[in-house]
């Protein structure tokens, strides 16, 4: 079956606890992206990767790193967390200007 | 500033009534307009792409039309599991290959039976 996993699901950390969400793809898409999304504001997104080793950033990148070492692979990274990192998060993938396929979200709660 | 702009915020309906969302968009070249449709819990599904102005896409008792400052969302007859928050989204041409999607805000749709 053709998805978008992340994980974990749901996460409650604490101020400055370093942690990463995964993002896995299974349709081979070249296309990668995290975003953002909070009520009233929509869905924004923070980073994106074009293909393998090439990542660049979305419109709300600040405190948020990515890699893309693998084409399946798209891992979110949280270095030192803050309250305002609380969000529902979701990955996305695609081929290049193709409907982007979307996971089911990580909702990450920071104290 | 490319921007995307859906209205009403909420609607509410009975099970039959038909009814329209709007997304109204203003991007420095439209590559194509997207429709998700999102329920709780879950991530953005997509419905339909759009490219031109004119174009009209269906699929079941949604239909999607395009011009070139706003996009309808037709729900015709609409059942109790058509209630979900209906997304919007533009895709400009920029100089250079981008995928980027720039969202609305969205409508929540709820229809009573």
């Known amino acids: 079956e053709a998805q978008v996993t992340q994980n974990p699901r749901y996460l409650i950390t604490v101020t400055g606890k370093k942690l990463t969400v995964t993002c896995s793809q299974n349709?081979?898409?070249?296309?990668m992206s995290w975003y953002r999304q909070d009520p009233g504001l929509g869905l924004r997104q923070i980073y994106y990767?074009?293909?393998?080793?090439?990542?660049d950033k979305g419109d709300v990148p600040e405190g948020y790193k990515v890699s893309r070492k693998e084409k399946r692979n798209f891992p979110l990274i949280l270095e030192s967390p803050s309250p305002n990192q609380t969000s529902l998060y979701f990955c996305?993938?695609?081929?290049?200007?193709?409907?982007?396929?979307f996971g089911d979200g990580t909702r990450l709660s920071i104290l | 500033e490319d921007q995307v702009t859906q209205s009403p915020e909420a609607l509410r309906l009975q099970e039959g009534e038909s009814s329209s969302l709007n997304c109204s968009y203003t991007?420095?070249?439209?590559?194509?307009l997207f429709w998700y449709r999102q329920d709780p819990g879950k991530g953005p599904e997509f419905l339909f792409t759009?490219?031109?102005a004119g174009e009209e896409k269906e699929k079941e008792r949604l239909k999607a039309t395009l011009t070139k400052k706003e996009s309808f969302l037709h729900i015709t007859a609409p059942k109790p599991e058509d209630s979900a928050t209906y997304l919007c989204?533009?895709?400009?041409?920029?100089?250079?290959?981008?995928?980027?999607?720039?969202f609305g805000t969205g409508t929540l749709l709820a229809v009573q039976p």
């Open positions: 349709m081979n898409h070249e296309y």
């Open positions: 759009l490219y031109s």
């Open positions: 990767s074009m293909n393998v080793e090439v990542t």
């Open positions: 991007v420095s070249g439209l590559r194509g």
């Open positions: 989204a533009v895709q400009a041409v920029r100089g250079g290959a981008t995928n980027k999607l720039i």
């Open positions: 996305a993938s695609s081929f290049l200007f193709q409907p982007q396929h």
